[in-house]
Structure formats: structure tokens, C-alpha cells
């Protein structure tokens, strides 16, 4: 897990990484491709506006990886963001928690946690050291790290592996202890990078319906990004799509069904079909 410890919500992060004020990220110009002009600032937990990340390669030619990205997330919502691979998903992720910063455009966000692609657990720590890990690097003494992380084992479904090793653990065990090592950060903001990627698919469909459910209670701010559309639309409330490189916004789709949700939903089917449509596989849809 990888933190960002941004003092508070009040300003954002231009695209040199000084503060402005909050005022200052826009919410006109509201499409697919923009940011939706429904609600207010102070509802949303995320605000990006025109926000462009350009890299250079050992070449010295020059990557867009994002451009001109305008989105907001309502606090306490999911939003999942969608795209093919190489389209700025991760870099979005990074930009938020703070390890990177934008070459354009503005970021206003609190204090994020990063779930990473691979759970990146410590072999020789037991699962429950290595969820309490974030307790430990913020001062916590060992035992009182271990008591707070320990009750919640048994609500995600690792009751009893608590003193197991990770090569001990299954792939979708070894996920659910990078997701309560996040929690366990106290950011208010959670960001997970294809959690289940590295997964068989029986695998992750049951850490799907797992993670549905788990993010039905918590009421912390989830931005979830994978390059699986069906995945996008069963565990985000709004569903942005983004083009290939330069990951430019091309739709951003409200999903009203309640958790948890069935891939044979007529709603969930709808989306995805919408959400294909926006990323240009019609092709998927015959």
C-alpha cells in the first residue's frame, strides 16, 4: 500500500503542485469528456479538471498518457474508471494519492490510500501484521496494531488464517488482506488499481461479489479502475470510460441498480453495452 498525506481537503494541486482555491476547478462544460455539473463542490470527495500527464521515454519521445481528464466523485461513492490497457488508468490512481503530479490542469482531492495491482504483501509477516502494517508506520505499538485489525477478519472472510504466512494464502485471500491493509490506513480516500487483474476468472468473480458487498457499507470514497467493463458497471455508482492513449473521457454513465448487483440485470447488461460502445468495441456486442 502506498499513501498520500495531503493535509486536508481545502485546496487543490495545480499542475506545478502548488495550492489554489478550491473555487478554482470548474464545473461547466458538463459531456462525456467532461465533469458532471450535477451537485456541488462540497459533495464531492474528487475533483480533476483538464488534467494532462505527459511522459518521455529513453528515446526522448514524448508520451500523453492523459489528456484534458475532467471528473468528480461524490464522497462516499464508487467511481470506477474503465479503459484499455495503456490508456492512464494507473497514472490517474497516482496523480490522486500524490506520487505524481500533472503537467496540466488541477486536482482537488483529501488524503488517498493505493491499492496497488499486486497485493505486494510482506512474506515473512502474518496476514494480520501485514493488515495492520499502516497502523505500525503510523506509531501504533504491535499489540494495539493487531487488535484493531484482528475483529475485522472474520467480516472479510479470513477468520482463522490471521496468523498465516501469504504464501499460505489463496490469490483472492491474499486480495482481501491488501483491501483491509488499506482500510486500515484511515484515508478517506480509497484508490484500487485492478484489484482482481492477476486473478482466474471463478476467482474473480467471487471477489467481485465480495468487494460489491464490502463497499455497499463502507462509506469511504472508492475510485476503482480495471480494463473489464463488466466489472466497471457491477461495482462503480458512475462509470467513466477512457479512449486508448491519450486516455481522454468519452463517456461518464450513472449506474442506478442497488449493490449487489447480477451481470443478467437488464441495467447492468445496458451499461456494459454503452460502455463498449463509448471504448469502440461494437464488435463485442455481436
Do not use: Y
Amino acid at each position: 500500500m502506498q499513501e498520500q498525506s495531503r493535509e486536508g481537503f481545502g485546496g487543490e494541486r495545480s499542475a506545478h503542485g502548488e495550492s489554489v482555491s478550491a473555487g478554482g476547478a470548474s464545473a461547466s462544460g458538463a459531456s462525456a469528456g467532461g465533469a458532471s455539473a450535477e451537485g456541488s463542490a462540497a459533495e464531492d470527495a474528487v475533483i480533476l479538471t483538464g488534467v494532462s500527464r505527459n511522459f518521455v521515454d529513453r528515446s526522448g519521445r514524448t508520451i500523453h498518457a492523459l489528456r484534458d481528464v475532467s471528473l468528480r466523485a461524490r464522497r462516499g461513492s464508487v467511481l470506477a474508471v474503465v479503459g484499455p490497457s495503456g490508456c492512464g488508468k494507473t497514472t490517474l490512481l497516482e496523480m490522486l494519492c500524490g506520487l505524481q503530479q500533472p503537467d496540466a490542469g488541477s486536482i482537488l482531492a483529501p488524503p488517498a490510500a493505493l491499492m496497488p495491482q499486486r497485493d505486494l504483501l510482506l512474506p515473512w509477516l502474518s496476514a494480520l501484521d501485514n493488515a495492520a502494517l499502516p497502523l505500525r508506520i503510523a506509531g501504533a505499538p504491535k499489540a494495539a496494531a493487531r487488535a484493531k485489525a484482528e475483529p475485522l477478519f472474520a467480516e472479510l472472510g479470513l477468520e482463522g488464517f490471521e496468523r498465516a504466512r501469504p504464501s499460505e494464502l489463496s490469490g483472492g485471500m491474499r486480495q482481501r488482506v491488501a483491501f483491509l491493509r488499506t482500510l486500515l490506513s484511515g484515508k478517506p480516500l480509497l484508490c484500487l488499481d485492478e484489484p482482481f487483474g492477476a486473478l482466474d476468472a471463478i476467482t474473480r468473480m467471487q471477489m467481485q461479489r465480495w468487494l460489491s458487498e464490502a463497499l455497499r457499507h463502507e462509506r469511504r470514497t472508492v475510485i476503482l479502475v480495471t480494463h473489464d467493463v463488466e466489472e466497471a458497471v457491477l461495482l462503480g455508482d458512475r462509470v467513466a470510460v477512457l479512449s486508448k492513449r491519450p486516455g481522454e473521457v468519452t463517456a461518464d454513465l450513472t449506474v442506478d441498480a442497488p449493490r449487489p448487483r447480477a451481470r443478467s440485470q437488464q441495467a447492468v447488461i445496458e451499461l456494459r453495452e454503452r460502455a463498449l460502445r463509448a471504448l469502440g468495441l461494437e464488435d463485442e456486442l455481436r
